[in-house]
């Protein structure tokens, strides 16, 4: 059997940019990208945690160190700079892999810094 498993996320980014005539894609900082694992051009979820869109788009490199997260194309139109999004890429396991994977998790604040990584999610406390 065949599982979908969250991959990696960059958890609270700030869309830094919006361009609606911008070939479609989410530009990301080379370093982040590198930091959470994400390849050029891989599809990706985006979960805008200030209006509640949800769309699926790809990743495209943007100049490393510029903190840039640049929503572009029809995306554009459901995410404005100075909104916070969770940026996600899953991966397809089997069974056996499932029980050693661990998701690369990676925080940032707002001005698109890393403040901390991880591998998992604490249990949600009730």
Known sequence: MQLTLLKTKLHRACVT??????EGSCAIDS?????AGIHEYEQI????????????TYAIRAEAGSNIISVNGAA?????????IIIC??????EKE????????????ENNDIVNTCHAI?????
């Open 17 to 22: 940019h919006s361009e609606l005539e911008y």
């Open 31 to 35: 370093n982040l990208l590198d930091a």
């Open 45 to 56: 979820h985006i979960y805008n945690v200030t209006n509640g869109e949800r769309f699926t």
């Open 76 to 84: 554009a139109h459901k995410a404005s700079p100075d909104d916070r």
């Open 89 to 94: 890429a899953y991966t397809t396991l089997d």
């Open 98 to 109: 499932v029980a050693v994977f661990k998701p690369t998790l990676v925080y940032l604040n």
């Open 122 to 126: 604490p249990v949600q406390a009730a």
